[in-house]
């Protein structure tokens, strides 16, 4: 009965940074149990929100607390809290994910309805070649160190706190060249519009 209620209540930061940590270190399944109690649901919430079906939700849930077990020796406290961590696990299994779907279209049940019916016209082609030509040049005038996380975050699509260990710099630094560099580049393409 005292596990039972012990695991309804809800874990402060800290007890879940020492859960994480025991994982880490021990393997202690037991801390493992707690976090898998508290994140799982939470984790399947968010990805239910992010528009995925229920089955593969469960699915991609599994993985990230999977995930979870083996990287806990990653989790820096100094970085992120658990839960950003957890969460930017879970988006990032979900973006594989969809990623691994894209590439195997034989997977995928397709209504043929949804596909185009021609290709793009030429009118069409030279309009995102001018769109993406004008974001090139836009990211081109940023300051070398805006632009590097830019790339880092949007192409690469790297979670704020994997560049700031890439880098050597804070993560408040990060996230302020972050703003600074969406901020100059919304207004340099607003000009060109």
């Not at 939470?42 to 607390?65: I, Y």
Request: glycine fraction near 4%; aromatic fraction near 6%; charge should be neutral.
């Amino acid at each position: 009965m005292n596990e039972a209620r012990q695991e309804e209540t809800i874990p402060s930061p800290g007890e879940l940074v020492r859960l994480i940590e025991a994982v880490a270190r021990e393997r202690d399944r037991n801390a493992f149990k707690r976090l898998f109690t508290y994140f799982a649901p939470r984790v399947k919430s968010f990805l239910l929100r992010s528009g995925l079906a229920d089955p593969l939700a469960e699915d991609v849930t599994q993985e990230v607390m999977i995930a979870i077990w083996h990287k806990a020796s990653y989790f820096d406290p100094c970085q992120a809290g658990v839960s950003t961590w957890v969460f930017t696990i879970a988006r990032n299994q979900r973006i594989d994910r969809l990623r691994r779907m894209r590439s195997r279209p034989g997977d995928i049940l397709v209504d043929p309805s949804d596909r185009p019916d021609v290709s793009p016209s030429s009118e069409d082609i030279a309009i995102v070649e001018e769109r993406e030509e004008g974001v090139r040049k836009a990211l081109s005038s940023l300051p070398t160190e805006q632009a590097t996380i830019v790339r880092l975050s949007f192409f690469a699509e790297k979670p704020h706190a994997e560049i700031a260990r890439e880098l050597g710099i804070p993560l408040g630094t990060v996230k302020s060249r972050v703003r600074l560099a969406l901020n100059r580049l919304r207004t340099l393409l607003d000009n060109d519009l």
